[in-house]
């Protein structure tokens, strides 16, 4: 496989594949696939059996989506620009490590680089991260169970309760207030609770509130280019997988996908069925617009879903296994919006930092979100795994850094990947306790 200018994912093939497509109508099926009984090197075997997939980026960084996945799903709800919320959110968290998810734990925090704007009730099981313009929610409740920390104002006419620390770079102004910990504003700023106060401990002094969402160009992975690199290079011919063959599905089609690397021109019909039996790679050159979309994984499968138009969902999807969600990543890389129209079960992360995610629909999430944007008009539930912490565990690093982010969220001291010793050495929300980057969770 040659090297590719800008990335070059290594997502091979096993020593069989085996791609079946059922469709109802009586129209020609995705054949079965011939056994591939070519010898595989030892790196294409070791993708099958957990190891990488690499993926190499433009600046010469060598990672891979699982460590990708690591440091860009950090919080249970990130986006670039804003949050436009007129419906309920709420994040918890679990460890699918430990088990499916039963009841909502503390963690699953929250966080945009834009305007955080909110006219129905939210409740963050974490903390709770604004790098725009300022925090404003109406006669609701807004409840955090973490710390908060806003880059600008925070205005609201309903209840703000706040479990750790409020940092409000600007004037905060609420009905009804409640902090567990410090309430920090620059000197000169007012802290106005109109009704209940139930915040003792004032301090006033420089808030900084960096961007917290992994959004800065040179960061972002470029999921159109990645996809057309495996236009000509993948599993297709192998498994009798035309470029076509999930454009205009009807019915209930089903493809059942094994250990490889596969590419489609779009996904496109009434109803598709995608089982990963193994470790899965589809690329998708176009949309994917589906009525209805299901993802079964087996028993320790795995699939990046790498997208590079947009998605367009018009009935109730289910995507992956809330046992398991750190397996399932989807990429988006259009620049449109992504639509769940009828909403969604999803346990899986969804990566779209170009697009717009549109929930009118109620959305359960059991993984992560993130997005340029989020406006959610259907009731939104995210149960954050902490198994994301672990998934770039078997990837590749060579422990020299610029950031966090090259230490798999751990501190970076001097160029080398250390002991934290204050909170800013890690990567938000992680908070630094006894050299680690920890979630905070009160």
Not at 49 to 69: N, Q
Not at 163 to 172: H, K, Q, T
Not at 315 to 334: C, E, F, K, M
Request: glycine residues 14%.
């Amino acid at each position: 496989m040659s090297a590719r200018p800008l990335l070059l994912v290594c997502l091979v093939a096993c020593t069989q594949v085996d791609v079946v497509a059922v469709r109802p109508d009586g129209s020609p099926p995705i054949p079965d696939a011939d056994v591939l009984d070519a010898e595989v090197p030892d790196a294409e075997i070791g993708f099958c059996e957990g190891d990488g997939p690499l993926v190499l980026v433009g600046d010469g960084r060598l990672g891979c989506t699982g460590a990708v996945a690591q440091t860009t799903f950090r919080y249970a709800i990130c986006t670039c620009e804003g949050m436009a919320l007129s419906a309920p959110v709420t994040t918890d968290a679990f460890d699918s490590r430990e088990g499916p998810y039963t009841s909502g734990e503390g963690g699953g925090s929250l966080a945009t680089n834009g305007r955080f704007d909110a006219s129905a009730d939210v409740d963050v099981g974490g903390g709770l991260d604004v790098g725009g313009s300022g925090l404003l929610f109406g006669a609701t409740d807004l409840r955090v169970r973490a710390r908060l920390r806003s880059a600008g104002p925070l205005n609201g006419d309903g209840l703000l309760v706040v479990g750790g620390d409020a940092s409000v770079n600007g004037d905060l102004r609420v009905e009804d207030l409640f902090v567990g910990g410090t309430v920090l504003v620059p000197d000169g700023a007012t802290v106005e609770a109109r009704g209940i106060d139930e915040a003792p401990r004032r301090d006033s002094g420089p808030v900084d509130v960096p961007p917290p969402c992994d959004c800065a160009p040179e960061r972002l992975l470029d999921i159109g280019a990645l996809v057309a690199a495996h236009a000509a290079e993948n599993d297709n011919a192998a498994a009798g997988l035309e470029a076509d063959a999930l454009d205009g599905l009807t019915g209930d089609a089903r493809i059942t996908l094994p250990c490889g690397r596969y590419h489609v021109d779009r996904v496109s019909g009434e109803a598709l069925t995608i089982e990963a039996t193994g470790r899965v790679a589809l690329f998708v050159a176009g949309d994917l617009a589906l009525g209805q979309l299901t993802i079964d994984l087996a028993p320790g499968a795995e699939i990046d879903l790498f997208i590079a138009g947009n998605v367009l969902g018009q009935a109730r999807w289910t995507l992956g296994d809330p046992s398991q969600p750190a397996n399932a990543r989807i990429y988006v890389g259009g620049g449109g919006t992504l639509e769940l129209a009828g909403g969604a079960t999803f346990a899986g992360n969804v990566y779209a930092p170009n697009a717009e995610l549109v929930t009118p629909a109620s959305v359960e999430v059991f993984g992560s979100l993130f997005a340029r944007r989020i406006a959610a008009s259907g009731p939104l539930t995210v149960h954050y795994d902490k198994a994301l912490s672990a998934t770039g565990e078997g990837c590749p690093t060579t422990g020299s850094c610029t950031s966090c982010l090259d230490c798999g969220n751990q501190a970076c001291i001097g160029g080398r990947c250390g002991d934290c010793a204050t909170d800013g050495d890690c990567c938000a929300p992680l908070v630094c306790a006894v050299g680690t980057c920890v979630p905070q969770i009160l």
